[in-house]
Structure formats: C-alpha cells, structure tokens
C-alpha cells in the first residue's frame, strides 16, 4: 500500500470515528443525566465504535507526521490515544451497556461516574494531548493551523468542562473533534504533493 493509500484509509477511517464520536456527543447535549435515560445510553452506543475508529485511524495518520511533529507530537499522540481509549471506548461502554443494566437491577447503587479517578484522568489526558498536538502542528508548519487552534480551544475545555453543568465538556468535545478533523483532511493536499514523482533532472 502507497504512502497516499494509507493516508486515504487512515484519513477515512478517523474522520468516521470524529463524525461517530461528535454525534454522539451532541445527542448527550439534549438527554438527560439519568443513567437509565434511553437518549443518554443512545449517545454512549454511538460514541462506542467512533472511540474504536479513532483509535484506528489516528495512528496511521500520526506516523505520517511523525518527524514533523517531534517528541511534542509524540507526547501528544500517547496522551490522545489515552484519551481517546477512557472516553471513546471504556466511558461509552460503561454508560451505553454497563450502568443503564446495573441501575435497572439495583437502583441507587451506580455510584456517580465524576468519582470515578480514570474519569479525570481521561479529561487531563485529553486537554494535554489536544493542546500539545495542536501547539506541534502550529511549530511544524506545513499542518493545517486552524485545526490546531480548534483541538486547543477544546482541550481545554475537555478539563475546566468536566463536571460542569450545561454539558461544557461535551460541547469542548465537539469542537476539538472538529479540529481533529480538520488537521486530518488538511492534510490531504500535502500528502498527495509529497507522494507525486518528482521529475528526472538531467
């Protein structure tokens, strides 16, 4: 497979998982914060295969950039697969199938997810992550810039917004996946110049 292969894939693969992950975000906005609300285990259940994608294709776009990104990109790109695993994958699964079960059993017995430690852990992960990935991209030139604002802007948000009423932190979500996105096919132009053949010199 070609360099411009796998970014295609790679690309495709994250932009669905982004696209997954934004939704699902978004219909959490308007649910309810009871567990057992068939909207709120509707968002986790939509949320839980885009986590999966991103963890896919985020690699794949990252090795690509790898050397332009440096030991920051690197760091980001450990802190953001964390993050992407908590959030994504392990909280989607917990609240989509997990808690919505136990409490149906055993009402009052699910304990409130914000005490749970790997919870702020995934928000810190995930601002770190955002905000070095974004501040990489802007020092390495050649990356799309306005994505890299955008994942700061949500990074941020992603730590000051949790447990903060009015959904801040699924709404900082959003707009760093937006700007996860965007950096991704920002990219495209760029990987297609870089695999065209370069002319014979005499």
């Known amino acids: 497979m070609s360099v411009l292969d796998a970014h295609r894939w790679g690309a495709r693969i994250l932009l669905l998982g982004c696209l997954l992950l934004g939704v699902g975000s978004l219909i959490r906005m308007v649910a309810s914060s009871d567990v057992t609300d068939q909207l709120q285990a ?22 690509q950039r790898a050397t332009q990104l ?14 992407l695993a908590i959030f994504g994958v392990f909280a989607s699964l917990l609240h989509g199938l997990v808690l919505p079960s136990v409490e149906l059993q055993a ?15 995934g928000a810190i992960m995930g601002m770190l992550g955002a905000i070095a990935l974004g501040i990489a991209s802007w020092r390495a030139g050649g990356l799309p810039r306005s ?23 699924d709404a900082s979500l ?7 996105g965007w950096w991704t096919a920002g990219q495209g132009g760029r990987v297609v110049a870089e695999s065209a053949p370069h002319p014979a010199r005499d």
């Open 174 to 180: 959003v707009v760093f996946l937006i700007g996860l």
């Open 70 to 83: 440096g030991i920051l990109g690197f760091l980001a790109y450990i802190a953001l697969m964390v993050f």
């Open 107 to 121: 009402p009052g017995v699910v304990e409130p997810t914000s005490v749970l430690l790997v919870m702020p852990f």
């Open 42 to 63: 509707t968002s986790w259940s939509v949320q839980a295969p885009g986590g999966v994608l991103a963890l896919i294709g985020f690699p794949i776009i990252y090795t």
């Open 147 to 169: 994505g890299g604002v955008l994942m700061i802007l949500g990074g941020f948000g992603l730590f000051l917004g949790h447990g903060m009423p009015l959904h801040v932190g």
